[in-house]
């Protein structure tokens, strides 16, 4: 299968932990960007990636980078790209564009151009264009401006694989799912379900650590319960090979609730929240593996002197 590169954004910060987490899907390492990573890889460890990042926000695919000086440079650049392999003719796009220059001071302006060179693109083949959709394209272009050049890509995810489907309802401050899994990571949780440690979250509000915790002791795909991803009407999706990623992590689910389940419990004082986590819970298929409880905790700080017994 032949490679192609990716650009994946995630929180700033998370850099080397996706990148590492990336890896394990088949995703070399090009170069870290801020709140993203450079990648290549197959089609298949792109879709893996959709599927089982827990760290990501979208996954790009890079298609070309063209010069950016001027708003008619962007249009030259744009217009003479192949976008009938990446736009279906009689589907729908939209332009997704971040970043500005001294020529291209408002993102509106730059998407309206990148606009402009795709339809004049498929114009100048005498075909039919596809439309444009704000709300609910076929396909997404994504276009990040930096300083001269415009590094143009679709949106393979098509929303932020952060939302896994699960939290609809929030507390206070909730923590952002892919946040969560990655302060897991980076406090060793993966390691520590393999070695037969269990997991308490005492403030849980809605529920977000303990069930990326619990997602993550019983190897469950984060992208399971995603109905749709941006590369389902991409021209160059390939549905059995989707299918099949699909199957295994269903498959791998299923055999993740047949080994040692870890106890995973969450706590919290606000009864009205813990209704909120357990809704959740159930939404991510956890009710018989996930504890929550209403219950008040005794939070120790610790200083020089020795420990301060506070309630949060
Ligand atoms: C910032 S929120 C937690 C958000 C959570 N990580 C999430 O993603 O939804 C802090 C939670 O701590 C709870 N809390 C504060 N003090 C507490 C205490 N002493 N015992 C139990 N819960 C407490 C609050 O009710 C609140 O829901």
């Known amino acids: 299968m032949s490679k192609s590169v990716f650009f994946v954004t995630c929180p ?19 170069r870290n960007a801020p709140a993203g990573v450079w990648v290549e890889g197959s089609l298949e460890a792109g879709y893996r990636a959709c599927l089982w990042s827990r760290l990501a926000n979208r996954l790009i695919l890079h298609i070309d980078e063209v010069d950016a000086n001027s708003g008619d440079q962007l249009y030259d650049g744009v217009v003479h790209m192949d976008w009938q392999q990446h736009i279906p003719v009689h589907g729908s796009f939209r332009v997704t564009f971040l ?14 151009r990148v606009k402009d060179g795709i339809v004049d693109r498929f114009q100048a083949n005498g075909g039919p264009r596809p439309s444009v959709d704000a709300k609910n394209p076929d396909v997404i272009v994504s276009a990040r401006l930096n300083r001269g050049r415009l590094s143009l890509g679709i949106d393979l995810s098509g929303h932020s694989l952060h939302m896994r489907g699960y939290r609809t309802d929030k507390g206070i401050a909730p923590l952002k799912e892919n946040l969560a899994a990655a302060l897991l990571m980076r406090a060793g949780w993966p390691e ?3 070695a037969g440690g269990d997991f308490v979250d005492p403030m849980c509000g809605s529920g977000t650590l303990v069930i990326e915790a619990a997602m993550m002791a019983l190897d469950m795909a984060p992208g399971r319960k995603q109905e749709r991803f941006g590369f389902e009407k991409w021209p160059g999706h390939q549905p059995e090979l989707w299918l099949s990623l699909r199957q295994e992590a269903e498959r791998r689910a299923h055999e993740g609730k047949q080994g040692r389940i870890p106890r995973l419990a969450g706590f919290d004082q606000d009864s009205r929240v813990i209704a909120t986590a357990w809704k959740n819970i159930q939404r991510a298929g956890l009710e018989s593996i996930v504890h929550v409880e209403a219950r008040r905790s005794t939070l120790w700080i610790w200083r020089v002197t020795g420990p301060i017994r506070g309630w949060c």
Do not use: H, M, W
């Open 192 to 194: 520590i379900a393999a």
């Open 99 to 112: 970043g500005q220059n001294e020529a291209i001071r408002n993102t509106q302006y730059g998407a309206q």
């Open 12 to 30: 700033k910060g998370v850099e080397y932990l996706l990148a590492d987490e990336l890896s394990t899907f088949g995703l070399d390492p090009v």
